[in-house]
């Protein structure tokens, strides 16, 4: 696709139920990048990979959240045993080389994750 | 613990002057510096970089500029448009990590 894909843009659970939020990378883009943010907020660095290995997960606030990317392509973000703290928008960023260059990002439209 | 902080009020300003916005931090010894612009609803977009070892750096009507000694980078916006109304980003890089810490966000509103 022409840019960072997320899906679902839209996410309403429960408390204490499991979510998986997906994101699609520009193609050929080797680095990808989760950050979260909550209203009024800029986004909150969460975990990022370098191919399929976890770079920097030093965002990450518990082991509650996990995210995978087993093939460098597609990744997701998984939260278990959600509660009402975790609601925020889910952002989505992927860019070309490697990341510590500081090549900019680009970043999907993010999911808004509300948990009741 | 690393700090970065823009100004927090909204800015705003008579369409053709120039915006200029504040990113101030603390505790951190950035490689780089971002500029990035968000509308709302939408994912951030980049507008520019600037490193560690560069004082100014210009794109069109925008200039972003970088002390690491007062640990502070302006971001100009001139001859501004309507347009140009948004929340704009501050975001800082170190050179052993690609993960960006982000301000709060300073958001603008030109008006016609």
């Known amino acids: 696709g022409a840019g960072v894909s997320q899906t679902p843009s839209n996410k309403v659970t429960e408390k204490g139920k499991y979510v998986e939020l997906r994101c699609d990378p520009i193609?050929?883009?080797?680095?990808l990048y989760w950050y979260r943010q909550s209203l009024g907020q800029g986004p909150e660095f969460l975990i990022y990979?370098?191919?399929?290995?976890?770079?920097?997960d030093s965002g990450l606030p518990n082991d509650r959240f996990f995210a995978v990317r087993p093939e460098g392509s597609v990744s997701t973000l998984k939260i278990q045993r959600t509660e009402r703290g975790d609601s925020a928008v889910y952002l989505c960023?992927?860019?070309f080389g490697r990341g510590l260059l500081g090549n900019e990002q680009f970043f999907g439209p993010g999911t808004r994750l509300t948990v009741l | 613990s690393q700090k970065i902080e823009q100004n927090s009020e909204a800015l705003n300003i008579q369409e053709g002057k120039t915006a200029t916005l504040t990113c101030n931090y603390t505790?951190?010894?950035?490689?780089?510096l971002q500029w990035y612009r968000q509308d709302p609803g939408r994912g951030p977009v980049f507008l520019l970089l600037i490193r560690e070892n560069e004082k100014e750096k210009r794109k069109e009507r925008l200039k972003v500029t970088f002390d690491t000694t007062l640990k502070q980078s302006l971001f100009h916006i001139t001859a501004s448009q309507p347009a140009d109304s948004a929340t704009y980003l501050c975001a800082l890089g170190g050179s052993n990590t690609g993960k960006l810490i982000f301000g709060q966000g300073t958001t603008l509103q030109v008006k016609p």
């Open positions: 990979f370098q191919g399929t290995g976890a770079a920097d």
């Open positions: 193609s050929g883009h080797t680095a």
């Open positions: 505790n951190y010894s950035p490689a780089y």
């Open positions: 960023a992927s860019s």
